[in-house]
């Protein structure tokens, strides 16, 4: 058998249902490209689920872990420290607002926000204070495990759940003519539960369908859960580290949330680290002699001494005036495929970002995610030496910062022509 063969023998993937699935296998990634066992080339337009922001196989980022390897390679992570993990929360401290001041270490976007919402419903109970709801977007996707479900609108993805996950107050996500409709469902909100904390997805929400909404909002959002005594929780496991054209999406206001949600690029794309980032007011909430205030949480591979090496090296890199040009010239060139492509007769929407760029694609099927545009556009697009990974009808790119501009042009072409191929079936 071959490698593929194999995988379906014995594998259970992610996002997929196994009785059809069809699996690729990789050999070697290089820059923006994936080489398959064929070695036919794939250019990585999604960044390997929005983590390879700095392009596969950097040798910068690859010569630092290999240094690390051979000093040290794990250490338990409670009553122990090591020089990565505190290089890297100093780092991260220097280029996150002035308000952050302590970073807790987790595996992963989800363990992130899970440790985000355990720090906000537990600040108020280590202060003796009965407020344990969380108000987040209706489209919210926070991640897979349960904390992080709770917090995620409902969808496919939570259904078999339901039943299971916390209440949480949904409001309106603040989409362009919305605004006013989600400011006025998060007052209520506030008055009517006074809610522990409010989290969201600064100005991109990624899962819900790469949905956008405007600066402006949030920073009076955010102002008003500050005058009402409302944690505000930023998950920035997307949109953080260049992607949305700033360093952090909530760099585009000047309100900053009270905890930040890292992960995704934070490596580059070569390990898994989560990062949870917050205010001494919260962090002062669990300084006590009363042992029960302690905040009981961490993963085997808290602070794992390679992960944070990767990412210190993925800071170096970001740091570099060579990435922010990077970034600049794709989302100059994002700006320039919208203008051409907006009025086509297929696309309902179209929206950017920084480096992102969706577009909404006219369908009869209302299934959200598991529309059948989704798995025509993947294959088609895998002829074609591409992966993008549709949300449902929104086909998006979320391309590494190396990326060259043919390349670009050639992923637009190409999604032109199946707008173009497609367009009657998408029309009637």
Known sequence: M?????????????????????????????????FDINNKKYIDAVSSWWVNTLGHTNKYIASKISEQLNKLEQVIFAGFTHQPAVELAER?????????????????????????????????????IKKNKIIAFRDAYHGDTFGAMSASGRSVFTRAFDDFLFDVIFIETPLKGCEERAF?????????????AFIFEPLVLGAGGMLMYEPEILERMIHFCKQHNVITIADEVMTGFYRTG????????????????????????????????????????????????????????TANPISCTAALAALDLYENKECEENVKRIENSHQIFFQNISSHPSVIDIRQRGTILAIEIKTSDNTGYIN??????????????????PLGNVIYI???????????????????????MHCDQFIK
């Not at 194999?6 to 990634?29: N, S």
């Not at 363990?111 to 109970?125: D, G, N, R």
């Not at 206001?253 to 990062?275: A, N, Q, R």
């Open 92 to 128: 991260l401290l220097s280029i996150l607002p002035e308000n952050q001041k302590k970073i807790f270490f987790s595996d992963n976007g989800s363990t992130a926000v899970e440790v985000a919402l355990k720090m906000s419903i537990q600040y108020w109970s280590n202060k003796g």
């Open 398 to 420: 979320l391309p590494p910062y190396c990326i060259n501009n043919s390349d670009l042009e050639y992923i637009y072409s190409e999604i032109e022509n199946f707008l173009d």
């Open 372 to 389: 059948s545009i989704r798995d025509k556009a993947y294959k088609y697009f895998l002829e074609k030496g591409i992966i993008l990974r």
């Open 246 to 301: 700033k360093l952090f999406a909530t760099d585009y206001i000047s309100e900053k949330p009270d905890i930040y949600c890292m992960s995704k690029g934070i490596t580059g794309g070569f390990l898994p680290l989560g990062v949870t980032a917050c205010n001494n007011n919260i962090f002062d909430a669990f300084i006590s002699d009363d042992k029960t205030k302690t905040l009981y949480h961490g993963h085997s591979y």
């Open 2 to 34: 071959n490698l593929c063969e194999r995988d379906l023998q014995h594998v259970w993937h992610p996002y997929t249902q196994m009785k059809d699935a069809e699996v690729i296998g990789i050999e070697r990634g290089e820059g923006a490209y994936l």
């Open 184 to 196: 006025e469902e998060l007052k209520i909100s506030v008055f009517k539960n006074e809610p522990a």
